[in-house]
Nanobody, 115 residues
Framework: QLQLVESGGGLVQPGGSLRLSCAGS????????VGWFRQPPGKEREGVAV???????NYADSVKGRCTIYRDNEKNTVYLEMNRLKPEDTGVYYC?????????WGQGTQVTVSS
């Protein structure tokens, strides 16, 4: 069964940091592009960062310089490290990959940035 499982969310104060994890099972993530997305309260889901199978990375303008996406292939996991968090980073964070033209999403992990 192909599955993605996110973890690492939580409540953090503005200026703080979090590292989100996206663990794959049933497929080897290093062979696929993996993206992180978020859905702020009352808003549409939006892209945050993506790492291609070849390693190229892209970030949304809103997180450039504050977030890093990277892989740990031994753990079959893709991480999103977020620093200098802002209240507008609040939302449910999802990872996604595509296999044989089908999208696979994790269940999401909540990130709340608040004092």
């Amino acid at each position: 069964q192909l599955q993605l499982v996110e973890s690492g969310g939580g409540l953090v104060q503005p200026g703080g940091s979090l590292r989100l994890s996206c663990a794959g099972s049933g497929f080897t993530l290093e062979h696929y592009a993996v993206g992180w997305f978020r859905q702020p309260p009352g808003k549409e889901r939006e892209g945050v960062a993506v790492v291609a199978s070849g390693g190229a990375r892209n970030y949304a303008d809103s997180v450039k310089g504050r977030c890093t996406i990277y892989r740990d292939n031994e753990k079959n996991t893709v991480y999103l490290e977020m620093n200098r968090l802002k209240p507008e980073d609040t939302g449910v964070y999802y990872c996604k990959t595509t296999n044989r033209n089908r999208d696979y999403w994790g269940q999401g992990t909540q990130v709340t940035v608040s004092s």
